[in-house]
């Protein structure tokens, strides 16, 4: 968002915990950072106060195994946002790949879709994978051995983005 124009002081971040080490160049660039968990419907309202739209990254965790509270984080959110009044559209990190994919991963991402299209505006980005995705640890190891861990069919072909293009 800095990227295409966007001041540190019309952008505010929801982390669990503002006091992160990762977040403090944020912070003090002016970035606001405000404590909310997704988990806990209680730490939302006032989140998106005067935002006027909403970039969703993620409502899952970066986790090797299958994050199954995504559709009930998204949920969570699309209503602190509906009930804050002032989020005119929602801009969500989906997956590329049709619905009914067969991919519990991506079909869980149309679910949130359809979350957050059932609230609000929405525009859901069905970006390739991003070419960070080589860099985690459980894949990087795997992929220096010549086999790339991911749970798609194998004539599917895959695309890689880096998340800075995005």
Request: charged share 20%; aromatic share 8%.
């Amino acid at each position: 968002l800095l990227d295409v124009g966007y001041q540190p002081h019309q952008l505010r971040v929801l982390t669990r915990n503002p006091t992160k080490p990762s977040l403090f160049p944020l912070r003090e660039i002016g970035v606001e950072l405000f404590a909310a968990d997704l988990d806990v419907p209680s730490t939302l309202p006032g989140a998106s106060a005067s935002c006027t739209g909403c970039y969703v990254h993620s409502t899952a965790g970066d986790t090797k195994q299958l994050d199954t509270g995504e559709v009930v984080r998204a949920q969570h959110l699309a209503s602190a946002l509906v009930a804050d009044g002032s989020v005119g559209h929602v801009v969500f990190n989906s997956a590329a790949a049709e619905p009914a994919h067969g991919v519990k991963r991506i079909e869980q991402k149309h679910a949130v879709e359809q979350v957050f299209s059932s609230e609000l505006p929405s525009t859901h980005l069905r970006a390739n994978l991003f070419m960070e995705e080589l860099w985690k640890s459980y894949t990087r190891p795997p992929i220096l051995s010549g086999k790339y861990p991911f749970s798609l069919p194998p004539d599917r072909a895959v695309y890689l983005t880096s998340v800075r293009d995005m």
